[in-house]
């Protein structure tokens, strides 16, 4: 049980005691820690649900908490906040559960779920770009922490990889292919072809029938054609897959869009026997006449040719998920501009009797520094593989002005430079734009991956100078504010990390570990470690040592690795 939990329970048992609701036991960790490490608002909600004076009730309730070995007598404060301030010992004998806890304090959950994680999903022939690199970092960090709090997570990668992008991808493959390009970077001479196809058939309407006949060739599934294209979705693949190992980001399936190609026809045949679809000047749609906003929205399945859909696709897939794996939840983390898609395809899928809960984690754009939605000179998307790579480089510039050897310096400017552009990410609220900066993103002061990691070295170094590691059955003493202060945070990294699922914000946790390198330093400063007396040395190495395990646990969450050096 964290603290704070165990506070709510006592809290819920003095609610009760007094003759009130216990599930207005709410405790969170404190606004201003002046006044306390935790407070309540339990007496301020109750009384304005009974219309009665909050403090007075906060007084009423006071006599009934048993917080005896936890807290001291909790306070009354300002409208009627309960505030507690734990005991040193209570810290003290949390510090030793935690630092002898190889999973720091979290517990597994309770009820685990089976769910599965939809992202990253590019489109071949297509590059990957920026706004793809946010849903590869969050998914990715979602399913470590979901796993890690003991729920079964499958990661599938719905690529698109079947489209009206192959048309012209394969007229240009037959006309304009060029070999040693497609050796050299696949993705890019893909993508080249398709443009080129493009451009001429904007000239040349000849060419624009026959990219049109060659996708519905390879729809009626000729052998030359699919050849091409599964050619095309492999190259493409194998590109994707180096960004992936870079990043360190494993799928356990790869059911891209043509998966389900077979699927299509069937589920739409069903959907109109069972009177959940319906036709529209020729197309077959799903109504929603009940929900205001979509009733003027119909999703289209079927198109009047008898073409379907990246949403009939969506629709198919969802069946096979949960065919296959019986999920409790499918997440999905694409960008906030498909939200009013997935608000039609869940509601589709819930007519068709869905139970499995249904969500899109949306983000929204990375901005260059001009503030407009990133592109290069030429004004193309950013390629993730060139962020990918500038940032290692950027971080091998930094060592190299640091005065680490060459040859170190090599193998960690990668985990600095890739941790930083995932950190960059995943500290930043996932809805609102942000502003890619190299500068800020590489900084070693500020909310960023190279401040966090250099947190770590820092306590690394100390144990070098040690010549020895922490003895963890050391015993602990919490007695200056300082090392109060580390305590408390160390106590509460239990208490963020289910957030990052619950909320599906891994920016909790990258706030977190922020504020403890932060708090870290000030204990740092105030606190002499090395040159203290042997029992209080002792303490604060193991306060050292639970730092930096909970700096590279929570990073490792993030998929983060850290230098030993740097
Ligand atoms: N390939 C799509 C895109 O790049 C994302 C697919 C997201 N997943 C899904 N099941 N629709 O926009």
Redesign the pocket.
């Known amino acids: 049980m964290t603290v704070r939990e165990i506070l709510r329970g006592r809290m819920r048992a003095a609610l009760e005691a007094a003759g009130l609701d216990p599930a207005r036991a709410d405790i969170s960790v404190a606004a201003d820690t002046r006044f306390g490490d935790y407070q309540s608002n339990a007496a301020m909600v109750l009384a304005k649900e009974r219309k009665s004076n909050p403090r007075q009730l906060a007084a009423e309730i006071l006599p009934q908490l048993d917080v005896d070995g936890i807290s001291a007598p909790p306070e009354i404060a300002g409208a009627g906040f309960l505030n507690f301030r734990l005991d040193p010992e209570f810290l003290a004998a949390r510090l030793a559960e935690l630092s002898a806890d190889p999973r720091l304090g979290i517990a597994t959950a309770v009820r685990p779920l089976r769910i599965v994680i939809?992202?990253s999903?590019?489109?071949v022939a297509?590059p990957m770009h920026v706004?793809?690199i946010r849903?590869t970092i969050l998914g990715d960090c979602l399913a470590r922490v979901a796993r890690f709090l003991g729920h079964v997570v499958v990661t599938d990668n719905?690529?698109?990889d079947w489209g009206t992008q192959f048309g012209k991808v394969i007229y240009g493959w037959k006309h304009f292919r060029d070999e040693p390009a497609l050796a050299r970077d696949p993705i890019s001479e893909l993508v080249r072809l398709y443009r080129e196809v493009n451009r001429i058939e904007e000239s040349d309407e000849s060419v624009k029938r026959a990219a049109r006949e060659e996708l519905v060739k390879l729809q009626a599934r000729d052998p030359e054609n699919l050849a091409i294209w599964k050619k095309a979705v492999e190259l493409s693949w194998s590109a994707f897959e180096k960004l992936y190992a870079m990043l360190d980001v494993r799928f356990d399936e790869r059911l891209g869009?043509s998966a389900y190609n077979d699927a299509l026809a069937p589920l739409c045949d069903d959907l109109a026997r069972r009177g959940i679809a319906g036709t529209s000047e020729g197309a077959l749609c799903v109504f929603f006449p009940e929900i205001p906003d979509l009733a003027e929205r119909p999703l289209i399945v079927r198109k009047s040719d008898g073409g379907f859909l990246?949403a009939t696709?969506?629709l198919a897939?969802i069946d096979y998920r949960v065919a296959r794996w019986n999920p409790d939840a499918i997440w999905?983390?694409?960008?906030a501009p498909?939200a009013l898609?997935?608000r039609q395809?869940f509601a589709a899928a819930s007519r068709i009797g869905i139970s499995a809960n249904l969500a899109h984690i949306a983000f929204g754009s990375i901005l260059g520094e001009d503030r407009k939605i990133m592109k290069t000179r030429s004004g193309e998307n950013v390629g993730l593989a060139e962020v990918l790579d500038e940032a290692v480089a950027r971080a091998g510039r930094l060592l190299v002005d640091r005065g680490l050897p060459p040859d170190e310096a090599g193998a960690t400017a990668r985990v600095i430079g890739l941790g930083a552009v995932k950190y960059a990410e995943l500290s930043q609220n996932r809805l609102t734009d942000y502003v890619f900066s190299w500068d800020k993103l590489l900084a070693m002061e500020g909310n960023t991956a190279p401040y966090l990691m250099n947190a770590y070295v820092r306590i690394r170094s100390i144990f070098r100078k040690a010549g020895a590691e922490a003895d963890p059955l050391a015993p602990v003493t919490v007695a200056e504010p300082a090392e109060r202060a580390l305590a408390i945070k160390l106590v509460q990294y239990a208490e963020t990390v289910p957030g990052v699922v619950e909320d599906f914000r891994p920016n909790l946790l990258a706030n977190y570990l922020y504020e403890l390198a932060n708090t870290f330093h000030s204990f740092y400063e105030a606190c002499p470690v090395l040159k203290a007396e042997p029992a209080t040395r002792a303490s604060r190495l193991l306060l050292c040592d639970l730092t930096a395990r909970t700096l590279a646990h929570g990073l490792s969450l993030l998929g983060i690795a850290c230098p030993d050096r740097m």
């Not at 999905?332 to 960008?335: A, E, N, R």
């Open positions: 939809d992202f999903s590019p489109n297509k706004g793809h849903s719905h690529i698109g869009e990246y696709t969506d897939t999905y983390v694409v960008g498909q898609h997935f395809i």
